[in-house]
């Protein structure tokens, strides 16, 4: 069975560093912001701060001096 999943804006939190959650569709209504982090397909790009936040979030340890390429691989090992 497929549903069918839309991302809305959310409060930016300890618990959710990234600023949107996770709706199934049919869920939607007018209250709802959608996010559109990336317009036109394109990848989307976290800041370091933003990659910080999501790693502290999850509990992964890091350099606070690392390169933002270091941290983005820590982040997409998690």
Sequence with gaps: MYIETTRVKSPISDDNPLGFVVIN???L???HELFDAAPDGADVKLTIAQIRDALAARG???DPAAK?????VLLDAA
């Design 60 to 62: 992964i340890g890091f």
């Design 29 to 31: 209504t007018e209250d």
């Design 25 to 27: 569709t049919s869920d």
């Design 68 to 72: 933002k390429a270091d941290l983005q």
